[in-house]
């Protein structure tokens, strides 16, 4: 129950910092941030927006959006493939440490099984050193301490499976999210390439 201990503080630590980088830090409104990119690309100036990612409070955004204006300026074969590169920069720093709780609530469901087979072999092994009349309250205790090693491990896998649940989910939000915004921008460069230029009314709205 000890290892089990570590297993629980670990896969805590996990789920309080992932909650608070996906919730928190990357879960923002990306509208403002939008609108000040979509400024500068309408008018074809890509330095200008790029400097707007170095002022975004959304590092998975901003991140994703600075290598897609690079792509921009250096020129791409494939604007789903640019997207794609874009988004391989934060799909790692978005998902990170999320995959540890499905091996952290298997780990904690063996060691809990493993703490049950060594309290019955303890529980039957105590029934020799003991007179007939504490046979039954020494295989209780046995079996009570190997039941508790189960039920441990297994509430720990239940609060990281519930835990990998939530992240994940807003995990694939984030990105999804990151990704509908650089093709936003994709479309808007490629309209400001084609000659279209917003109406001044249009541009101060956007």
């Keep these: 129950m000890y290892i089990n201990v570590f297993f629980l503080a670990f896969a ?3 789920i309080v910092e992932r909650m608070y980088s996906l919730f928190l830090s990357y879960n923002i409104n990306e509208k403002p941030f939008v609108a000040a990119v979509d400024r500068y690309l309408q008018a074809g100036n890509i330095e200008a927006a790029a400097k707007v990612c170095a002022s975004s409070p959304s590092p998975a955004l901003s991140r994703a959006t600075r290598n897609l204006l690079k792509l921009m300026r250096n020129g791409f074969e494939s604007p789903v493939m640019a997207v794609e590169e874009s988004i391989m920069e934060v799909r790692p ?6 995959p540890w709780l499905w091996s952290i609530a298997n780990i904690a469901t063996l060691v809990g099984l493993i703490g049950t087979i060594l309290g019955l072999i303890g529980a039957f092994g105590a029934l020799a050193a003991v007179s007939a ?9 046995g ?3 190997a039941m508790n090693n189960t039920a441990f491990g297994l ?3 239940v609060i990281c499976i519930f835990g990998h649940l939530i992240l994940n989910n807003q995990s694939v939000k984030t990105v999804e999210r990151t990704e509908h915004a650089l093709f936003h921008f994709l479309n808007i460069h490629a309209q400001w390439k084609k000659g ?4 001044d009314g249009a541009e101060k709205k956007g």
């Design 12 to 14: 805590l630590a996990v």
């Design 143 to 145: 079996i009570s301490e």
């Design 133 to 141: 009349e504490e046979k039954t309250a020494a295989l209780a205790r």
């Design 196 to 199: 279209y230029r917003p109406a």
């Design 93 to 98: 720093l978005v998902m990170a440490r999320i």
């Design 155 to 157: 509430s720990i896998a």
